[in-house]
């Protein structure tokens, strides 16, 4: 049986404002990506997803997309784009682009022609409706960042629509003209020889054909932000969008070997319908369990449990701990357990993808407020929903600025940076960055781990045990999420010993039948 390469990858998300800097203005590039190609194979990653790297005014950091078919100078150009393709491919490296389909900049210039009048051919391209009768927006629908989702255009006196920033009007992806030119910016850079793309906010692409109001969400309070006071019945996950993800699916199909994956945040039943009828849509939906879990043993089983049995016969799993877009994994469970987080990534069914810094297991980064950089923080202040701490830049050594730039970075690096930092840890058997590497290799090495079932072993309120088998081939994965020791009885009869402890010793241990767990710890265990 062959497997696609994205079915044994793991993918290493790279927020390129903060990858590496080569120009010296504090801001992360292509060239910068490039340069560091070395150190995600001696990582032992297999793919890159790039976040955007478009033309855009960056009101929402290149998710505002003025040209789909072009690069920002912050960045480089198509050269240095073409450049990093060619070396990335050159070391077997695979490289994703993300998709942003949902809305463009307010300065792209279809959206410009959109709004110069009502009778222009690029009007219907966007979402535009007329007040409702007090002159308000048409409907009850919030912005994600807060707000309505409707902003008035004095121009031609009507509303357009904006899932995000007004700076972010809403394509109208029912009309077909508009899915004629999406899909030939996905030609544009699948003939440039990108192997996929992640598709910016999915289930977002088709809305209500009524533009019905959303009903309220009787489990929303002041504290949390204004997006979850409607429940997005209506302008989101419509049925039809299955149609739209099946017209990319097929586009990706006219070239060999591309990965379509989708950015999804819904409960797993609905998740899993964007893998397509016949597994026609996403490749891969993002399964986003991880980012919002309780991190309990038993919270953790049950949501890999219901995943598998959600999932469709013969769709491939995937796993993702962090993104650009939450709190980081060592930020949301502290050092000792992101250990135990990376394990559990890098064991479990289906391909991960790795979030660039949780590798070194870079946490909470405060920032000042008059630092604060994110549109989302700005809009809704004090609820912590910033996501800045998130995005700081990479931390290669010990010189200034980590080595990410000779100058001030766009965000601030932790302040353990001269000790977290890829120079050091990459020294240090003990340290997070090792633990990674070791895991990712040997998630290579062995088929049970990137092609063989899951199967659970035991679980109480401290412990997770499960195996990991293909054929003969089984390997053993027991995590201790408590910040207590743990005995755990081992139900295996055959020989087996210590691979991997998450504190980087233990390596060849044999096991008996009760195994000790320090505080923390987590264990990969293999035939003997
Ligand atoms: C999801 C992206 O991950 C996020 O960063 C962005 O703000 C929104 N989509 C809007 O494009």
């Known amino acids: ?26 801001i992360g590039d292509l060239d910068g990506i490039r340069q560091r190609l070395d150190y995600l194979l001696w990582l032992s990653v297999d793919a890159i997803w790039i976040s955007p790297i478009y033309p855009s005014p960056m009101h929402d950091f290149g998710y505002d997309v003025a040209d789909f078919c072009r690069i920002d100078p912050i960045f480089g150009s198509l050269e240095s784009f073409d450049r990093l393709i060619e070396e990335a491919h050159a070391k077997q490296l695979k490289v994703i682009l993300d998709f942003v389909p949902n809305h463009t900049s307010i300065a792209h210039p279809w959206f410009e022609a959109s709004r110069q009048s009502r009778a222009d051919p690029k009007r219907d391209w966007y979402i535009w409706r007329d007040a409702a009768p007090d002159g308000g927006p048409p409907n009850n629908w919030i912005s994600n960042f807060g707000g ?20 972010q009007p809403d394509l109208n992806w ?8 999406m899909h030939e910016v996905l030609r544009f850079w699948l003939r440039r020889g990108v192997d996929g793309v992640r598709v910016d906010v999915m289930w977002h692409l088709i809305k209500d054909e009524k533009f019905r109001d959303n009903p309220p969400n009787p489990a929303w309070t002041k504290n949390d932000p204004e997006i979850d006071r409607l429940l997005q019945i209506y302008s989101t996950d419509q049925p039809e969008v299955h149609d739209v993800v099946s017209g990319m699916r097929k586009v990706l199909e006219e070239f060999e070997n591309r990965v379509l994956i989708g950015e999804i945040y819904l409960p797993v039943e609905k998740l899993v319908a964007y893998y397509g009828r016949n597994l026609k849509g996403a490749h891969l939906p993002f399964n986003f369990q991880l980012l919002n879990t309780a991190w309990t043993a038993p919270h953790i089983a049950d949501l890999i449990e219901t995943y598998e049995a959600a999932l469709p016969e013969r769709g491939w799993p995937n796993w993702v701990l962090s993104n650009h877009d939450r709190a980081r994994i060592a930020a949301r469970v502290g050092p000792e357990q992101a250990r135990v987080a990376a394990m559990l990534l890098l064991t479990l069914r289906g391909t991960p993808t790795l979030y660039y810094g949780d590798e070194l297991g870079i946490g909470h980064v405060e920032i000042a ?5 994110d549109p989302w923080a700005k809009h809704e202040p004090g609820l912590g929903v910033g996501r800045d701490p ?8 010990a010189s200034a600025y980590a080595g990410f730039s000779k100058h001030e970075p766009w965000l601030p690096l932790t302040p353990d940076h001269e000790a977290r930092n890829v120079a050091v840890m990459s020294d240090d058997k003990t340290s997070i960055l090792f633990l990674v590497r070791s895991l990712l290799k040997f998630r290579r090495e062995h088929e049970s781990l990137s092609l063989g079932g899951w ?11 499960y195996e990991r088998c293909n054929g003969n081939n089984r390997i053993f994965v027991v995590l201790n999420f408590t910040a207590n020791p743990q005995a755990w009885s081992a139900p ?17 241990e044999p096991i008996g039948s009760t195994l000790s767990l320090r505080a923390n710890e987590g264990l990969l265990i293999e035939a003997a």
Do not use: C
């Open 174 to 181: 029912r009309n077909p003209n508009v899915q004629a030119a």
């Open 369 to 373: 407020p008059n630092f604060v950089r």
């Open 492 to 508: 295996i009869s055959t020989k087996v010993r210590i691979a991997i402890s998450t504190f980087g010793d233990r390596r060849g």
């Open 390 to 397: 998130a995005r700081t830049p990479m931390q290669w050594g």
């Open 148 to 167: 309505s989702a409707w902003t008035w255009d004095a121009g031609t006196e009507q509303y357009y629509y904006h899932a995000y920033l007004a700076e």
């Open 1 to 26: 049986m062959t497997h696609k390469w994205w079915e044994t990858a793991t993918i290493y998300q790279i927020y390129p404002r903060s990858f590496q800097d080569s120009n010296g203005d504090g």
């Open 455 to 465: 199967r659970l072993l035991s679980q109480n309120s401290d412990v997770l045990a």
